[in-house]
């Protein structure tokens, strides 16, 4: 995918959606539109009650999604709908208690099984990472990592060390949620991540327009957005409404993504 993209001289783009909206019978077609306007792949989130990283848009998802019966069986489920009618990698996006409410090992092979690329675990340490990491790759998973501003020189050596399959760039401090303004701050990180590795760089939290994603797009490998794609979804008075307004928003990230 990375590859791709960068013969194409753009960067990535992969949105986030949380599994089971706007509802569980829409949610592979929403996820199809994205594709069919540009997307590259996606993060697909997994409903969970207490999602450390995320702001209030993404939080308010995940509990409609549970609300409705959307549990880790059913996300799978969604993921395999996914990856069929897309051709498209899926990386999963969850937290550490919903990966040991069975264990590491169980949970990368129930996702690979489903079809899924990659696992995003939003709550895990670089520290505390290894044990999940031989889990995942051993299931055929990549593992992604995450840097921050804040991350120290010694820090961001050791992620690189660990060779996750890409490193997960946090463009702004805080939790996810939608930005008035791009980030400050992509520029100077791009260039700390690239003294140490050459491994993929995706910047995500915050990137909410068109303009944010190309600022991110100059630097990286790709881009992630999310909260802006949920609120688009959250706020449609009907599924049809939804997937219009999610696709136009893709199709215009899309051609930002591009150099």
């Known amino acids: 995918m990375f590859a791709a993209a960068r013969a194409e001289n753009r960067a990535a783009l992969l949105p986030y959606m949380t599994a089971g909206l706007p509802d569980r019978e829409t949610s592979t077609a929403l996820f199809k539109a994205m594709a069919d306007a540009g997307a590259d792949g996606f993060e697909v989130g997994i409903p969970y009650s207490d999602p450390l990283m995320d702001g209030p848009t993404i ?9 409705a019966g959307v549990d880790l069986d059913t996300a799978l489920e969604l993921v395999t709908e996914i990856v069929s009618a897309t051709s498209k990698p899926v990386l999963v996006m969850t937290y550490v208690n919903p990966v040991m409410a069975s264990s590491p090992d169980v949970f990368a092979h129930r996702a ?7 696992l995003i675990v939003a709550d895990l340490p670089a520290e505390e990472a290894a044990p999940f990491q031989r889990a995942f790759e051993s299931a055929g998973l990549g593992m992604v990592l995450f840097v921050a501003p804040t991350t120290d020189e010694t820090r961001l050596a050791a992620i690189a060390a660990a060779e996750p399959v890409f490193i997960y760039g946090v463009a702004e ?15 100077e990180l ?17 990137i909410s327009t068109p303009a944010h994603a190309a600022a991110a797009a100059a630097v990286g490998d790709g881009v992630i957005v999310g909260s802006a794609l949920v609120h688009r979804v959250l706020d449609a008075p009907d599924a049809a409404t939804a997937l219009a307004s999610v696709s136009g928003a893709v199709s215009e990230l899309a051609s930002a993504v591009r150099r």
């Open 112 to 118: 690979a099984a489903a079809g899924a690329s990659g």
């Open 190 to 206: 791009a260039g700390r991540v690239r003294t140490v590795t050459d491994i993929p760089l995706v910047f995500g939290v915050g």
């Open 173 to 187: 401090l805080g939790v996810t949620g939608v930005r008035d303004t791009a980030s400050s701050r992509v520029d």
């Open 59 to 67: 939080h308010t998802a995940g509990l409609r999604a549970l609300e």
